[in-house]
């Protein structure tokens, strides 16, 4: 039986449940597009109901007013932000709890480019949770660990989406865990596609245009090669290249489209200046309407400070980096105040995708997204350039049909 008594848009795949049940009688299972949600063995289950209130989807930030402190920021170390999605935060994040004797909970590739959120107590386990992964991570197996690493009185840095933060944060509180040494950090989310289409698309790559005695060594989804700004996957060969492919076929224009997003990311519970964690990090892309005094071209993060131990964390931390400090109108994004609009071809997507033989030839289809995706993608950059895009966002969230 489905644990949740709604829709499939109310269960965020977070494990929070499975986690918590102390009689192994919740599973999470896979759909045809690829979410895991919950069922329960009604054999084992003694009715102890703690799988529904310790479930994130119980609590609903939505609109709910807070005024963290927000800054625009770049790591002073050069290297750390070209190695980085925009300005280097999490590397000094990260740096810090290595230096506390602790260890980092985030997002990698595993060794089959599977996204899974893995442990790392070292700095080259760590520098694999560097760039964003625009894949939904397999959160399940940390709980247990990140429980006993705390109990053991280690320094832990948990990374991920809001939702996977509020629902370990909620196990931890279940389960009476003392979390004075955890700290947390968020990302303004987008969305999370299904791990089936990004393993799907790694199939393509490998059966039609890497030769078979060649391999993927490497993978980054928010390489600076070419642009910070251009938002560019590269994924390098041990002998051959693909970037001829991936210019026309890339995993980002899947991604930004939106046909793949986990159908609660259309109705997220997190979308707010309110935030589950104690940091909150996000790109930070209207550098230019803000006037700031460092260089913006190799990236740049925006950062919001929620909580007074993210504030005592980040003071620790900001004379390694430049930094400036925004209102909530220069650092405004669209989905710190509402989800991504579910577009009106999403179920005839997964139709085609989940049953053609041609998933190439469906993704290639979908990938350049709806009208109204072609139209924001053409005009952000200009509208980021000139002020407009606060003013735009706000009138497209409230446009007809803005609910999907």
Same mark, same amino acid.
């Given at each position: 039986?489905? #644990? ?48 529904? $209130? ?37 590397? #000094? ?31 080259? %386990? ?14 399940? *197996? ?57 393993? /799907?698309?790694?199939?393509? #790559? ?23 700004? %251009? ?26 489209? #939106? ?23 996000? /790109?930070?892309?209207?550098? *230019?309407?803000? %006037? ?19 504030? *005592? ?5 900001? /004379? ?8 909530? $109108? ?14 009106? $071809? ?8 989940? *049953? ?49």
């Amino acid at each position: 039986m489905f #644990l949740n008594t709604k829709t499939k848009k109310d269960c965020c795949g977070c494990s929070a449940c499975s986690n918590i049940c102390s009689v192994s009688a919740i599973t999470m299972k896979e759909d045809r597009c690829g979410f895991f949600y919950p069922h329960i063995n009604n054999d084992l289950c003694v009715h102890c109901d703690r799988c529904r $209130k310790v479930c994130p989807m119980n609590i609903d930030l939505t609109n709910q007013t807070a005024d963290p402190e927000i800054y625009a920021l770049r790591n002073q170390n050069s290297a750390d932000v070209k190695q980085s999605s925009s300005g280097g935060m999490f590397s #000094l994040l990260a740096q810090w709890t290595l230096s506390q004797g602790g260890v980092i909970y985030g997002v990698a590739f595993d060794d089959a480019f599977r996204v899974k959120h893995l442990r790392g107590k070292t700095v080259s %386990e760590v520098l694999k949770f560097r760039t964003s992964k625009y894949v939904e991570s397999d959160i399940s *197996e940390v709980y247990l660990h990140i429980k006993d690493d705390l109990d053991n009185g280690l320094v832990v840095l948990l990374t991920g989406t809001p939702c996977q933060i509020s629902g370990i944060s909620r196990y931890l509180k279940f389960r009476h865990v003392c979390t004075d040494k955890l700290y947390t950090c968020d990302n303004i989310c987008h969305g999370v596609p299904s791990h089936k289409v990004w393993e /799907d698309y790694l199939n393509i #790559l490998k059966t039609k245009y890497i030769a078979p005695d060649d391999e993927i060594i490497s993978v980054n989804m928010r390489s600076k090669k070419v642009s910070w700004k %251009e938002k560019q996957l590269d994924i390098s060969l041990k002998n051959g290249n693909i970037d001829s492919i991936i210019k026309d076929f890339s995993f980002n224009r899947i991604f930004a489209s #939106l046909y793949t997003a986990r159908p609660s990311c259309f109705h997220c519970h997190y979308t707010s200046y309110r935030r589950p964690s104690d940091i909150t990090l996000g /790109d930070f892309w209207t550098g *230019e309407t803000a %006037e700031l005094s460092f260089d913006t071209e190799q990236g740049v993060s925006e950062v919001l400070i929620n909580t007074t131990k993210g504030r *005592e964390l980040f003071n620790q931390l900001k /004379d390694r980096a430049d930094i400036c400090p925004l209102s909530k $109108k220069q650092g405004w994004q669209p989905h710190l105040e509402y989800s991504s609009r579910q577009p009106k $071809k999403y179920q005839a997507f997964w139709s085609d995708y989940t *049953e053609s033989s041609d998933k190439e030839a469906v993704l290639r289809k979908y990938m350049k997204g709806s009208p109204m995706t072609r139209v924001i993608r053409l005009l952000s950059p200009v509208l980021r350039k000139t002020g407009l895009y606060n003013l735009a966002g706000k009138l497209y969230n409230v446009l007809p049909g803005k609910k999907g």
